[in-house]
């Protein structure tokens, strides 16, 4: 699937921090004066500045979305194909897919066979067989916001008589203010794959997990605003007359404010190969617009309310609670 694109979301979000949280460099530079522990830097808009490196939002992302599935299922590989395998196991290496991929290395379907094969949270995020469906932007800081670091001194503590080890004193730097920009892509995404995300993201922002370093200390709690929520579905067309979405090469046609999951714009025989289910599309307030150009088309929802980005979360995770009922 990943050599079509049927549909596409864009999640447009700012993370603010709702305390001290620190993302900490790689490496101890040489200079002094500076901390032990020091945020990531980089260069954005001509000039060094802090900022949240995708990779660490997407680690964080992505455990969050294991502990999740793997309240309701299993880590364990199931015997038979009448259940489903939820979260694999990080620590141990997946033999089934290994042996899966050296019996069909000649087969030109490969791709569809290991995606099925794999874990719900491997279709979303990739494993070692496939790619991920999800890509997350590095988050920098909004200009118009300040950002504050501060210093904080800290020290080692001996785990069998509970004391300070003397001499064990090291200083680290934290944000305590300021607004980080990013955006969320999911590509040929079921509703039950975005509507995890938005549980993801709901649970961030009430603090039931945390960003980068000593989060058991008290670090790493943010909040999360929606600034946009953009789904396209590239290779569509609206007809205005009929008030319906109509796919391009093929005879699919909707209601043009229903919001769309991949398996909608595949062959039956197609989506069985993927285990993509059908149907899978929820009605929405929105009403799909053209895309840039005049080809392709686009739902948008706006703004961090109950009818804005909210409302489309809150309709994928409908198809999230129907995979668990099945």
Known sequence: MHKRLVNHCTIDLSIIPDGPILIKSGK?????????????????????????????????????????????????????DTQKLWASNPLKNDEYLDNVKEQNKNNPNIGEILYKGSSFTDQ?????????????????????????????????????????IPGALFNYQVCTGGEFHTKIHLKNFTLSQLGLIGLVLRDLNDGWFGLGFAKSRGLGTVRVQYNKAVVQYPGCQID???????????????????????????????????????????????????MELDFGVQLKWEGDTESGVKDLFMRSVRAWSKVLAA
């Not at 032990?36 to 808009?45: Q, S």
């Not at 929820?282 to 009403?287: E, K």
Request: charged share 25%.
């Open 240 to 290: 205005s007359e009929t008030r319906k979405i109509n796919q391009l090469g093929n005879s699919g046609q909707w209601n043009w404010t229903f919001l769309l999951g991949v398996g909608e714009f595949l062959l039956p025989e197609e989506a069985r190969k993927y285990g993509f289910p059908q149907p899978d599309y929820q009605d929405s307030p929105v009403r799909a617009e053209s």
């Open 28 to 80: 101890q530079g040489a200079d002094p004066t500076k901390p032990d522990m020091e945020f990531v830097e980089t260069y954005h808009a001509g000039k060094p500045t802090i900022y949240l490196p995708g990779s660490s939002l997407k680690g964080a992302i992505r455990a969050h979305a294991e502990r999740i599935v793997k309240t309701v299922g299993s880590e364990q590989r199931p015997l038979g």
């Open 124 to 164: 979303m995020f990739g494993n070692t067989s496939i790619a991920s469906r999800i890509r997350i932007e590095d988050a920098y800081p909004d200009e118009s916001k300040i950002v504050r670091t501060e210093e904080r001194n800290g020290v080692a503590i001996d785990r069998v008589f509970g004391s300070t």
